[in-house]
Every structure is written in C-alpha cells, then in structure tokens.
C-alpha cells in the first residue's frame, strides 16, 4: 500500500488550489479516503473524507465546507482535494490517508506543503 | 463536536523510564479512541485503536488503556526513537474525526 502526493506550493490569498494523491495496492474507489492538515509546529486536523464502497458521500471539517471539495478517480486509483477561497490560515501540510471504516488511519500519503500567502 | 484535551503538552524523561500520556475526551466516547505517534518530518503512524488494541508490529512497550472520557498511553521504558509527538484521536460518531493537541515526549 502506497499513497503518493503532488501539488501543492504557494498560492494567494483567494487562489485555488488542488491536490492528488495516487494510490497503489488498493483501490481508492473501495475505501474511505481522508485529508488530514498539519499547520506548522500545530497538531492534526481532519479535513475531510469520502465514504467508501464507491459512495458520493463526503462530509468536511466547519472551517472548509463550501471551499474545499474531495473527489476521486477511480480510472486513475487517485484521490483529490480542490481548494478554492484559500485563506492565510488554511496554510499547513496536507496529508491524504486511507482511513478505515472504523475510522482509524493506517496509510498515509508523505504530505505536501500548501502555503497561502501574498 | 468532540473535543479532546492531551496532557501534559511535553513530557521530558530518559531513555528506559516509563511515559505516562493522557487525553481526556469531552463527552463520552465509550473505547474510541486510537494514538499515533509522529516524527519530524513524517506522517503520523497509527499504534493503538479501541483504546487498548495495539497495532500489528508495534513494540509490546506500548499500552492503551481507558473508557468514557479518560485515556491513557503509556510506554513501558522508553527507548531513543520513542522520543516523538503522540495524538490521541476519537472516532466516535464520525465524521468528524478530532484529534487531540498532542504530546511532546523528549529526552531530558
């Protein structure tokens, strides 16, 4: 199992943004698929997930609903995170990680580092 | 929301001493509750899930223990890469998933 991460860099205040994360050894479209975020020198906060059993059911943390949407592909096994409306505060590394239906996150993706500044 | 408060913020000992590491839940959260542990510079790395259930490959050093509210990590006698961030998070009802604010173990 692998989960490997692109995108992310530097963007506005107001900019959009999105992030992929490739997975191997299992399929994106079976398993719930999160976002976790690491502001720097903060602690983790979950994001967002997608429901597995190739569900459309997603839910989002407060701070991002309506701003960020989590989708997958199932032709290219990869998960993604659009991020639109960016603030100063969404500024963190965001990890993608294969969370289990018990809600218990086994994989990880290695993060990327998203930094929204002007 | 759940919101889940780790104690204390750091935790300065030696190697082959024992941690002791809480988190306290704010509303009961019957044994939902895992803990990862994090390195610099690295992804979190789940040990312990249901609050006590250790992770395939995890050293036996590691313990959870707890129910309701109060939780507890501890590590037997700590060895040179014990020395990390731990989170608790809970699960219960989710999503959403909520994670504590995390214990810095370092050596002393």
């Known amino acids: 199992v692998a989960l490997v991460q692109s995108g992310g860099g530097l963007v506005q205040p107001g900019g959009s943004l999105r992030l992929s994360c490739e997975a191997s050894?299992?399929?994106?479209?079976?398993?719930?698929m999160s976002w976790v975020r690491q502001a720097p020198g903060k602690g983790l906060e979950w994001v967002s997930v997608i429901f597995g059993g190739n569900s459309d059911r997603t839910a989002y943390v407060e701070s991002v609903r309506d701003r960020f949407a989590i989708s997958r592909d199932i032709s290219n096994n990869t998960l993604y995170l659009q991020m639109t409306s960016l603030r100063p505060e969404d500024t963190a590394v965001y990890f993608c990680?294969?969370?289990?239906?018990?809600?218990?996150?086994?994989?990880w993706g290695q993060g990327t580092l998203v930094t929204v500044s002007s | 929301e759940i919101v889940l408060t780790q104690s204390p913020a750091t935790l300065s000992l030696s190697p082959g001493e024992r941690a002791t590491l809480s988190c306290r839940a704010s509303?009961?959260?019957?044994?939902?509750l895992g803990w990862y542990q994090q390195k610099p510079g690295q992804a979190p790395r789940l040990l312990i899930f249901?609050?006590?259930r250790r992770v395939t490959g995890i050293p036996a050093r590691f313990s959870g223990s707890g129910s309701g509210t109060d939780f507890t990590l501890t590590i037997s006698s700590l060895e040179p890469e014990d020395f990390a961030v731990y989170y608790c998070q809970q699960r219960s009802n989710w999503p959403p998933l909520t994670f504590g604010g995390g214990t810095k173990v370092e050596m002393k």
């Open positions: 990680a294969r969370t289990f239906a018990d809600g218990y996150i086994k994989y």
């Open positions: 050894g299992f399929l994106v479209g079976d398993s719930y």
């Open positions: 509303q009961s959260i019957s044994t939902f």
């Open positions: 249901d609050a006590s």
